[in-house]
C-alpha cells in the first residue's frame, strides 16, 4: 500500500507524536509498504526508505524563541496569516493550519496514495480530503481535553483560565472531526472510553491498537547509580505530575542521598523551577532534554528505580520504554497506565496520581527491597517482549488500513 502519515509536528526523541511517526513509518515500510510522512516543524527523524515532505508552517513556538514575531518576508500565503494572528490572540493555530496546508498538497496527488492516515491532526483538512474521496484514518491518542482540564485547574487567576480557554480552542474543531471520521486508531482501552466521552464518538468506529517499544531500549551493560531516581515527562505540564514527584522527593532527600534526573525541559522561571528552589532540591535534581535514543536508553538504565507520576495518559510510551531496560517503575494508577504495566506489583507499583505521601512511600520501599526491584525489572522486560512490538503495531495498522480501503471501495461502487 502507498501511505501518506500525516502530523503537525514531530518532535524526534520525546512526545508520543515524533516517536511513533518514526517507529510506525519504519515497520511499515519494512512490511513492504510505501509510506511519505508529512509533516510541519519540529521534523520527524525517520529510517532509511521512508519519504519526508516538509510542510512548513511559520514556526511560531520554536525553541528557543517560541511566540516569536516573523519577518514580513516570512509570510507566503493567508494561511500564515491567519496562523500568525490566531497566536497573536492567544490561540494555538498549528493543527488547522497545518491541515489546510496538507489538503492541498494530498489532494493534488490524490492518485499517489491508497489510504492518508491522520496522526492526531484532527483538523478541518482531513475532512476536505475525506470529501475529496481519498480514504483516510486516523490516531487519536487521548483527547486533549484532559490536558484542558488539568491546565484549568492548575491556573492561578481568572486571567490564566481566559487565556486557556482561548489556548484550547482547536479542540471544538478536533472533535467536529473526530466524529466524521470513519475509522479511529487508539493506544488503549482507557483512551477509548475518553474519546468516546468527550468527543463523542460512536465506539464502534475505534480500534485499539497498543503502541511498541523499540528494539534499542534494552537492560543496562552498566551497574545501576545507587540512590538514582529517573522520571518522564516529555512536557513540563500539570498533566505530567512533576510537582507530585518533586514534593515527594523533597521528603526523601530528608532522610536518603539520593538524586532525581528528570527527562524534560523545565519552562525558564516556570512553576517547576520556583518549586525546586522552594523545596531547596536544586542539587539533587538535573535535566535532560534533546537526547539520543542511545543516550535515553543510558539515562533509563541508569537508575535504581525511575518514577512515572502522570495525572493522565492515552498509553505511556515511556513507561513501556521502561520495562524495555528492566528499570523497577512507581506509576500512577491513571489513564492508560494500568493497562501497560498490568497487575499491580508484579511490573511497578501504582499509586494515587497526585497523593505525595502515597508516592514517597511507595519510593521508599522499593528503595529499600533490591531483590523486589530486581523481580519487578524482569518481569516488566518480559511483558515488553510479549505484548508491546513496532512490528504487532504495523502489521495492525496495515489490517485496518485495508478494511478502510475497501469500505470505501464499496461506498463507493454503491453511488
Not at 200 to 217: C, H, K, N, Q, Y
Not at 218 to 234: E, K, L, Y
Not at 297 to 308: F, T, Y
Amino acid at each position: 500500500m502507498r501511505v501518506a502519515l500525516l502530523s503537525y509536528r514531530s518532535k524526534p526523541h520525546c512526545g508520543g507524536q515524533g516517536v511513533y511517526i518514526r517507529h510506525l513509518s519504519r515497520e511499515l515500510v519494512a512490511l513492504g509498504h510505501d509510506v511519505e510522512v508529512f509533516s510541519g516543524q519540529p521534523y520527524p527523524e525517520l529510517d532509511e526508505g521512508v519519504r519526508l515532505t516538509k510542510v512548513p508552517s511559520l514556526d511560531l513556538y520554536r525553541e528557543p524563541d517560541p511566540f516569536r514575531i516573523p519577518k514580513l518576508k516570512e509570510f507566503r500565503d493567508l494561511i500564515d496569516v491567519e496562523e500568525f494572528l490566531t497566536m497573536c490572540t492567544a490561540g494555538f493555530p498549528e493543527p488547522k493550519t497545518f491541515g489546510m496546508r496538507v489538503a492541498k498538497q494530498i489532494k493534488a496527488r490524490r492518485d499517489d496514495f491508497d489510504i492518508v492516515h491522520d496522526n492526531q491532526v484532527l483538523a478541518y483538512g482531513m475532512v476536505d480530503i475525506m470529501d475529496a474521496g481519498i480514504p483516510l484514518i486516523t490516531t487519536l491518542h487521548h483527547p486533549i481535553t484532559f490536558d484542558r482540564k488539568l491546565d484549568l485547574a492548575a491556573a492561578p487567576n481568572w486571567r490564566k483560565r481566559l487565556s486557556l480557554h482561548r489556548w484550547y480552542a482547536f479542540l471544538k474543531m478536533q472533535g467536529k472531526v473526530a466524529r466524521r471520521a470513519v475509522k479511529i486508531l487508539s493506544p488503549s482501552e482507557s483512551s477509548a472510553r475518553d474519546i468516546v466521552t468527550d468527543f463523542g464518538v460512536d465506539r464502534s468506529t475505534i480500534e485499539v491498537i497498543p503502541l511498541g517499544a523499540d528494539d534499542v531500549f534494552a537492560p543496562p551493560t552498566q551497574p545501576r547509580v545507587p540512590g538514582r531516581i529517573v522520571a518522564m515527562a516529555s512536557a513540563d505540564a500539570p498533566i505530567k505530575g512533576v510537582h507530585t514527584l518533586l514534593e515527594a522527593f523533597a521528603k526523601l532527600r530528608t532522610e536518603r542521598d539520593l538524586e532525581l534526573v528528570m527527562v524534560t525541559k523545565p519552562e525558564e522561571g516556570g512553576r517547576t523551577e520556583k518549586l525546586i528552589e522552594k523545596l531547596a532540591i536544586g542539587d539533587a535534581v538535573r535535566f535532560v532534554n534533546g537526547i539520543s535514543d542511545a543516550e535515553l536508553v543510558e539515562v533509563m538504565g541508569s537508575a535504581e528505580l525511575a518514577v512515572v507520576p502522570s495525572l493522565y495518559e492515552g498509553f505511556s510510551l515511556p513507561t513501556a520504554e521502561l520495562m524495555a531496560c528492566e528499570t523497577p517503575l512507581v506509576v500512577s494508577r491513571a489513564g492508560a497506565i494500568p493497562e501497560v504495566v498490568g497487575p499491580d506489583g508484579l511490573c511497578a507499583d501504582l499509586v494515587e496520581p497526585g497523593n505525595v505521601e502515597e508516592l514517597r512511600e511507595a519510593i521508599a520501599s522499593l528503595l529499600d527491597d533490591p531483590e523486589r526491584r530486581a523481580r519487578m525489572g524482569r518481569a516488566g522486560r518480559e511483558r515488553v517482549l510479549e505484548k508491546f512490538s513496532w512490528r504487532a503495531v504495523a502489521k495492525a495498522t496495515a489490517a485496518a488500513y485495508e478494511e478502510v480501503i475497501e469500505n470505501h471501495k464499496g461506498n463507493h461502487a454503491d453511488r
